[in-house]
């Protein structure tokens, strides 16, 4: 298994059809993001997608962006978009995406990196901690996690 980025691979068409093969309203959003090329516009020019995949199978995916859905905000940059394959699950490979993130938060000099969400109980399990409640863009509310980076 490997993580890959998105925009760095020769292969985004695949990578683009097993996104859209994910049974969660917000992979299916980020499947018409990237394929209408709109991402980048969206959440971010340095923005990345980051695939844990093992060969041609896509096993779990993450974004690490400047813009998540809390808007306004200053808080940056986001993790979104976690996802894993229902046949995956129980695993924790969301743990190696997790390293991934904490590796490009470091290289970017990044002390926080901050998760909206709607679920309790997943993001704790990897050093995440509750920030506080916050409206997302449709006015919701979401908690917000934050993953300090240690140095």
């Given at each position: 298994?490997?993580?890959?980025?998105?925009?760095?691979?020769?292969?985004?068409?695949?990578?683009?059809?097993?996104?859209?093969?994910?049974?969660?309203?917000?992979?299916?959003?980020?499947?018409?993001?990237?394929?209408?090329?709109?991402?980048?516009?969206?959440?971010?020019?340095?923005?990345?997608?980051?695939l844990l995949v093992n060969d041609d199978e896509l096993i779990s995916f993450c974004t690490y962006t400047e813009i998540d859905d809390i808007q306004p905000t200053n808080?940056?940059?986001?993790?979104?978009?976690?996802?894993?394959?229902?046949?995956?699950?129980?695993?924790?490979?969301?743990?190696?995406?997790?390293?991934?993130?904490?590796?490009?938060?470091?290289?970017?000099?990044?002390?926080?990196?901050?998760?909206?969400?709607?679920?309790?109980?997943?993001?704790?399990?990897?050093?995440?901690?509750?920030?506080?409640?916050?409206?997302?863009?449709?006015?919701?509310?979401?908690?917000?996690?934050?993953?300090?980076?240690?140095?």
């Amino acid at each position: 298994m490997q993580v890959i980025e998105y925009f760095s691979s020769n292969r985004k068409n695949h990578w683009l059809n097993q996104i859209q093969k994910s049974d969660w309203s917000a992979g299916q959003y980020l499947y018409e993001l990237l394929q209408l090329k709109h991402f980048k516009s969206v959440l971010g020019e340095t923005s990345k997608v980051l695939l844990l995949v093992n060969d041609d199978e896509l096993i779990s995916f993450c974004t690490y962006t400047e813009i998540d859905d809390i808007q306004p905000t200053n808080l940056t940059p986001w993790m979104g978009f976690v996802y894993t394959f229902p046949k995956h699950r129980g695993h924790r490979y969301v743990g190696i995406l997790f390293q991934e993130v904490e590796r490009l938060a470091k290289a970017n000099a990044v002390h926080d990196v901050y998760i909206s969400t709607d679920t309790t109980g997943l993001y704790e399990k990897y050093g995440c901690t509750f920030y506080q409640m916050m409206n997302d863009i449709n006015g919701e509310p979401s908690r917000v996690y934050r993953k300090h980076i240690e140095f």
